[in-house]
């Protein structure tokens, strides 16, 4: 039972990382990703950490 558990919380942990707003690994991933999927936040820091 603990080892699921242990096993679980390492998933969520893992899954829970994602790269720092403007980094070059959050530019690249949104570069990616479709652009009528972006928020309206992730517009503004894109055009702002990426281009500008």
Known sequence: ????ATALMMIFCLA???P????????KS???KP????SA???K???KHCIL
Do not use: H, P, R
């Open 1 to 4: 039972m603990k080892t699921i």
């Open 16 to 18: 829970g990382c994602s």
């Open 20 to 27: 720092t707003v403007g980094s070059d690994d959050w530019c």
């Open 30 to 32: 949104l570069k990616e």
């Open 35 to 38: 652009k009528g999927d972006w």
């Open 41 to 43: 936040s992730e517009v």
């Open 45 to 47: 820091d894109f055009t």
